[in-house]
């Protein structure tokens, strides 16, 4: 039986990169994770640390040379990439790599477009970025990194714009999840085979998400939690591309969003990664401090989860303040208050019977043209026209008498 648990590990608050399952790099025979840069409430940062899973450990590395927030990251060999991001004030196009043998980050040449929120996977020993945002727009655009040669080149772009994708690799191809076109969270995906050098619509997921985390196991590509627009979600859904199709899974304990996930072995391990800074086109815009946002958001998850007889305890609650209100009311609110009502019926009636009325003209307009003869239609074109010539004569009259 499919199942979730929960692990025992400790973390700060912050907005790390986000890292898929080939960020696990090789180090002196060990396995570790890295974790570079990210934000927190007021900061960006450009700290790096890394756990190793058999020690059960966090340990710094190296810092970064820029500070990066909402970047990507992917391992390729046994080097770690840190792509993009944004540091505060723009939106990053540079690159950088990390070492583990020599414990420094290295420049990279920079991409040909600055991006952030960006989808990054390594395939056949190549580094491709897709998506993200420049500062101004979302982007379909999509590069590839060869370290060999150490250029960047394009590939065809993607038919979606994606902001906050997410990017995983099955059976050789690459498959661009989800994210936030400028206009609507999307549930579209698209699968790019390198061999063939163009990307494929494929089915859409069950539910639209962004900033999810997307994986590969067993054949099957798993996708976890994200952001629909309005919520965080715990729903989890996989993809089989034998059937072409998606199925829902076991959801997990938590809501998360703007986390990273990777692969141990046959489980995943999934922890949490929080973003303080805006997301986009916040829907139902919760605005005020943080402290009055937390609390909104608290409140509108607490509706979703409810019961019924929660939801019906509710609504009683608020119907009996509604008639307190009124039993405490004194006379002359309450006529106004009737006024009022009644003042914003006539005017609503007075508004259906005015559309009423311009329907009615508008369908007997419409019979007498449809009844009209051919002749009756020419007559009616020639004095148009003759209309129009004695008023452009009028005019020229007026005009030469003026001595214009």
Known sequence: MLAWHALNLTWNIGSGVVLGPSVFANFKNKQILPIAGGGSLFAIHCE????????????????TSHRRSRAGVAGVGRLVYAVGGYDGSKDLSSVECYNPLTNKWSPVPPMGTKRSCLGVASLNGLLYVAGGYDGASCLNSVERYDPLVTTWSSVIAMETRRRYCRM??????????????????????ERLDPREGKWQQMPHMINRRSSCGVAALDGMLYVVGGN??????????????VKGTWEAMASMHTRRSFY?????????????????????????????????????????ERRVVETEEERNRRLSTM???????????????????????????????????????????????????????????????????????VSDNICKKNKSEAGI
């Open 319 to 389: 119907a009996q303040r509604v008639q307190d209100r009124r039993a405490e009311e004194t006379e002359e609110q309450r006529n106004s208050r009737l006024s009022d009502m009644a003042q914003r019926g006539q005017d609503r009636r007075a508004e259906e019977q005015r559309n009423r009325r311009l329907a009615v003209m508008r369908q007997r307009s419409q019979q007498r043209r449809a009844e009209e003869t051919e002749e009756q239609r020419k007559e009616n074109t020639f004095w148009a026209e003759h209309h129009v010539y």
């Open 260 to 300: 990273f996930k990777l692969m141990f072995g046959s489980y995943y391990f999934c922890f949490v990664q929080f973003s303080l800074f805006p997301i986009p086109k916040r829907k139902r815009g919760i605005t005020g401090d943080v402290a009055s946002r937390r609390e909104a958001i608290r409140k509108r």
């Open 228 to 241: 629909d627009g309005s919520l965080c979600m715990c729903s989890v859904e996989r993809f089989d591309p």
């Open 48 to 63: 790096c640390e890394y756990y190793n899973p058999r020690t059960d450990r966090w340990s710094p590395i190296a810092s």
């Open 168 to 189: 995983g690799v099955l059976d050789g191809s690459i498959y661009a999840v989800g994210g936030y076109d400028g206009v609507n969270y999307v549930s579209s995906v």
